[in-house]
């Protein structure tokens, strides 16, 4: 909420309108002069992250009969908790839902600087004119093309070869072209080898001996759970690897505890977080407990354009014998005029068209991955969607599209054989 998806989705709403107004010709429009006052953007979303905050308000909760209490926590022993400030809580049933905390990398000289992480760079009050990003996952990259649309010259590090390096190999490709297009310097395969700060000016060398000089330097590594502090070993609760052992139920080696979201090592994000916290309240309940489904968790990075994924990359799904279906955006229609042909969708299916993942770079990639998840969810094939009517013109039309290449591919078939014969013969 304040340190998440809500203030870095805000600035980078900022950001792109800055960017188009910026490249306005592109639309047959005047273009404007991209400098902004970042000050005025930092209000905005400050304005928007108390408006939404009002949702998850400790009187709203109170109204719904839900105490809130605030403070540093502890299991005094397998069913009872202790809050500084506030005393100890017993019960029957508990649920940890600590959520996740920076990691941050052993680099020489960091503990030296005044470093940024997604906790505190959205209390800056002023944009840096120069920032190195170290880490290329989805918040790097996001804050990345945040701080670089709006003003900052961006460098990002990163130790592997490819950013975003859980998508698609031409996924990441794709969207490292356009950060590189926009003026981003990305440096892969780039290890840190030392900080240092002068005069406020920081500087990051790196095993390369390589000099890059900033202003700021923002740290995005990763994120481990937040489960330090809690003294879990008294309430004989297992951990492992810095993740808390739950089974597919989320109960935790004590059946009167469960682990949801980032503290059980699940994927990382808020509409997972909430499905596994519904999911664990209904399982502390009722009988017969009900386990997580890992596949058709979708994830999105809010990029421009948007990156989106459900279920098996390509790789995965060819390795189980699926085949996969790619329709670029430049052939739609609806992409064409509003001027976002970058980037492709594609879906993998298995030889009787259900559908194992899909993978999308492009315009509204977060909007678009939702009927996807939902065909997952409930069984419902290519051939089912191929013979369904989407409206024209729309980015919808992307996955029609998918559905009638895999139904042209089945021509290529025996049965496809056999209906070009009958076909011929008619004629």
Same mark, same amino acid.
């Given at each position: 909420?304040?340190?998440?998806? %809500? ?7 900022? !950001? +792109?309108?800055? +960017?188009? =107004? #910026? +490249? ?30 009002? +949702?998850?308000?400790?009187?709203? $909760?109170?109204? =719904? ?6 403070? !540093? ?16 809580? &017993?019960?029957?049933?508990? $649920?940890?839902? &600590?959520?996740?905390? *920076? ?6 000289? $960091?503990?030296?600087?005044?470093? /940024? ?20 996952? *989805? ?5 990345? @093309? ?43 395969? !780039? ?18 001996? #390589? ?31 810095? &993740?808390? #052992? ?23 994000? &808020? ?14 309940? /009722? ?12 994830? %999105? ?68 991955? @939702? ?21 024209? *013109? ?23 054989? =056999? ?9």
């Amino acid at each position: 909420m304040w340190t998440g998806c %809500v203030p870095s989705k805000s600035l980078l709403a900022s !950001s +792109h309108v800055g +960017h188009a =107004m #910026k +490249h306005a010709g592109n639309m047959g429009l005047q273009e404007v002069d991209g400098s902004h006052d970042s000050s005025l953007v930092i209000e905005r979303m400050r304005n928007i992250r108390s408006k939404i905050a009002l +949702h998850d308000d400790p009187g709203r $909760l109170l109204q =719904m009969g839900i105490d809130t209490h605030f403070g !540093s926590a502890r299991f005094k022993n397998p069913n009872t908790l202790e809050v500084d400030g506030v005393g100890t809580f &017993t019960s029957k049933r508990i $649920l940890l839902a &600590t959520g996740a905390k *920076p990691k941050i990398p052993n680099i020489k000289g $960091l503990d030296q600087v005044d470093y /940024l992480t997604y906790q505190n760079v959205f209390d800056l009050e002023l944009y840096p004119g120069s920032i190195g990003i170290i880490g290329a996952g *989805p918040v790097g990259i996001e804050l990345a @093309q945040t701080f670089n649309r709006l003003g900052s010259k961006v460098v990002v590090f990163e130790v592997k070869d490819r950013i975003l390096n859980q998508e698609d190999a031409d996924v990441s490709i794709c969207m490292k072209n356009i950060l590189q297009k926009e003026g981003i310097e990305i440096y892969l395969e !780039s290890d840190i080898h030392d900080i240092s700060v002068d005069k406020n000016q920081k500087t990051i060398l790196t095993s390369r001996e #390589k000099h890059f000089i900033f202003d700021s330097i923002l740290v995005a590594t990763g994120r481990e759970p937040a489960i330090n502090g809690l003294n879990l070993e008294a309430a004989n609760i297992e951990v492992a690897n810095g &993740t808390v #052992k739950s089974q597919s139920t989320l109960v935790t080696s004590n059946r009167r505890v469960w682990a949801v979201g980032d503290a059980n090592g699940g994927p990382q994000f &808020t509409h997972f977080a909430e499905y596994s916290a519904a999911t664990a309240v209904r399982n502390s309940l /009722l009988p017969f407990p009900k386990s997580v489904e890992y596949n058709c968790i979708p994830h %999105v990075i809010f990029t421009d354009p948007e990156i989106a994924h459900v279920g098996l990359t390509e790789l995965e799904a060819a390795s189980k014998g699926g085949k996969t279906f790619l329709v670029a955006f430049e052939e739609l229609d609806r992409a064409i005029v509003e001027g976002k042909s970058e980037g492709f969708m594609k879906v993998s299916v298995n030889r009787r068209g259900n559908i194992l993942g899909c993978s999308i770079i492009g315009y509204r990639g977060g909007e678009l991955i @939702q009927p996807v998840v939902l065909a997952m969810k409930h069984g419902l094939t290519l051939p089912q969607i191929a013979t369904t009517t989407f409206a024209y *013109p729309t980015m919808g039309e992307g996955l029609k599209r998918s559905a009638m290449a895999y139904q042209k591919s089945r021509l290529e078939g025996p049965l496809g054989l =056999m209906l070009k014969k009958c076909i011929a013969w008619i004629k």
